[in-house]
Protein backbone atom coordinates (compact mmCIF):
# COMPACT_ATOMS: atom_id res chain seq x y z
CA UNK A 1 0.00 0.00 0.00
CA UNK A 2 1.10 3.56 -0.17
CA UNK A 3 -0.49 6.47 1.10
CA UNK A 4 -0.04 9.97 -0.59
CA UNK A 5 -0.59 13.37 1.52
CA UNK A 6 -1.07 16.58 -0.14
CA UNK A 7 -0.09 20.21 0.34
CA UNK A 8 0.06 23.92 -0.41
CA UNK A 9 -3.12 24.60 -1.95
CA UNK A 10 -4.84 27.48 -1.04
CA UNK A 11 -6.11 30.57 -2.74
CA UNK A 12 -4.37 32.73 -4.92
CA UNK A 13 -4.84 35.95 -7.13
CA UNK A 14 -4.00 35.76 -10.90
CA UNK A 15 -0.53 36.02 -11.77
CA UNK A 16 0.62 34.64 -8.89
CA UNK A 17 2.08 31.15 -7.44
CA UNK A 18 2.04 28.09 -5.48
CA UNK A 19 4.29 25.13 -4.48
CA UNK A 20 1.56 21.74 -3.69
CA UNK A 21 3.96 18.53 -2.07
CA UNK A 22 2.97 15.05 -2.30
CA UNK A 23 4.50 13.05 0.73
CA UNK A 24 4.57 8.86 0.09
CA UNK A 25 4.57 6.63 2.48
CA UNK A 26 4.62 2.67 2.83
CA UNK A 27 6.69 1.66 -0.14
CA UNK A 28 9.83 2.52 -2.17
CA UNK A 29 8.62 4.21 -4.82
CA UNK A 30 11.35 4.38 -7.77
CA UNK A 31 9.31 2.03 -9.94
CA UNK A 32 6.42 4.27 -9.62
CA UNK A 33 5.38 6.89 -12.31
CA UNK A 34 4.57 10.11 -9.78
CA UNK A 35 2.18 12.69 -11.44
CA UNK A 36 -0.73 15.29 -10.52
CA UNK A 37 -4.16 15.82 -11.71
CA UNK A 38 -6.69 17.97 -11.34
CA UNK A 39 -10.70 18.18 -11.38
CA UNK A 40 -12.63 21.41 -11.58
CA UNK A 41 -16.24 21.76 -10.35
CA UNK A 42 -18.67 19.98 -12.82
CA UNK A 43 -15.34 18.60 -14.79
CA UNK A 44 -13.87 15.58 -14.81
CA UNK A 45 -10.02 14.62 -13.69
CA UNK A 46 -7.28 15.43 -15.82
CA UNK A 47 -3.92 14.93 -16.12
CA UNK A 48 -1.48 18.21 -15.37
CA UNK A 49 1.85 16.29 -15.65
CA UNK A 50 3.50 13.06 -15.10
CA UNK A 51 6.83 12.07 -14.32
CA UNK A 52 9.35 9.05 -14.02
CA UNK A 53 11.78 8.03 -11.76
CA UNK A 54 14.26 8.85 -14.05
CA UNK A 55 12.63 12.25 -14.43
CA UNK A 56 10.94 12.29 -17.57
CA UNK A 57 8.02 14.53 -17.63
CA UNK A 58 4.47 14.63 -19.75
CA UNK A 59 3.44 18.12 -18.89
CA UNK A 60 -0.17 18.92 -20.20
CA UNK A 61 -0.62 21.36 -23.48
CA UNK A 62 -2.52 24.02 -20.95
CA UNK A 63 -0.37 24.08 -18.17
CA UNK A 64 3.35 23.97 -20.25
CA UNK A 65 5.53 27.03 -19.72
CA UNK A 66 3.68 27.75 -16.20
CA UNK A 67 3.85 24.47 -14.16
CA UNK A 68 7.26 22.47 -12.89
CA UNK A 69 6.78 19.10 -11.44
CA UNK A 70 10.10 17.61 -9.71
CA UNK A 71 10.79 14.48 -7.49
CA UNK A 72 12.83 13.74 -4.64
CA UNK A 73 13.27 9.86 -4.81
CA UNK A 74 15.19 10.01 -1.40
CA UNK A 75 12.61 11.65 0.73
CA UNK A 76 9.55 9.90 -1.58
CA UNK A 77 8.18 13.55 -2.65
CA UNK A 78 6.65 15.30 -5.10
CA UNK A 79 6.85 18.63 -6.19
CA UNK A 80 4.50 20.79 -8.29
CA UNK A 81 5.77 24.70 -8.73
CA UNK A 82 2.57 26.50 -10.74
CA UNK A 83 3.49 29.91 -11.61
CA UNK A 84 1.17 32.46 -13.67
CA UNK A 85 -1.61 31.00 -12.31
CA UNK A 86 -5.00 31.44 -13.78
CA UNK A 87 -8.49 30.60 -12.99
CA UNK A 88 -9.20 28.18 -15.62
CA UNK A 89 -6.45 26.45 -13.23
CA UNK A 90 -8.76 26.13 -9.91
CA UNK A 91 -9.48 22.85 -9.45
CA UNK A 92 -9.03 20.08 -6.31
CA UNK A 93 -5.36 18.77 -7.31
CA UNK A 94 -4.85 15.33 -6.78
CA UNK A 95 -1.11 13.20 -6.35
CA UNK A 96 -1.22 9.56 -8.38
CA UNK A 97 1.66 7.15 -7.98
CA UNK A 98 0.86 4.48 -10.17
CA UNK A 99 3.61 1.21 -10.43
CA UNK A 100 5.09 0.18 -13.40
CA UNK A 101 5.34 -3.16 -12.59
CA UNK A 102 1.96 -3.88 -11.73
CA UNK A 103 -0.77 -1.94 -13.04
CA UNK A 104 -3.30 -2.35 -10.39
CA UNK A 105 -1.07 -0.44 -8.12
CA UNK A 106 -2.66 2.81 -8.61
CA UNK A 107 -2.69 5.10 -6.05
CA UNK A 108 -4.25 8.51 -4.98
CA UNK A 109 -3.83 11.59 -2.32
CA UNK A 110 -7.26 12.65 -0.62
CA UNK A 111 -6.39 16.04 -3.06
CA UNK A 112 -6.29 19.88 -2.14
CA UNK A 113 -8.63 23.03 -3.30
CA UNK A 114 -6.58 25.36 -5.89
CA UNK A 115 -8.64 28.54 -6.05
CA UNK A 116 -7.53 31.39 -8.34
CA UNK A 117 -9.80 34.12 -8.17
CA UNK A 118 -9.76 37.88 -7.82
Known amino acids: QVQLVESGGGLVQPGESLRLSCAAS????????MGWYRQAPGGQRELVVT???????NYADSVKGRFTISRDNAENTVYLQMNSLKPEDTAVYYC????????????WGQGTQVTVSL
Open 26 to 33: GRTLSNYV
Open 51 to 57: ITSGGRT
Open 96 to 107: NARSLIIASMNY
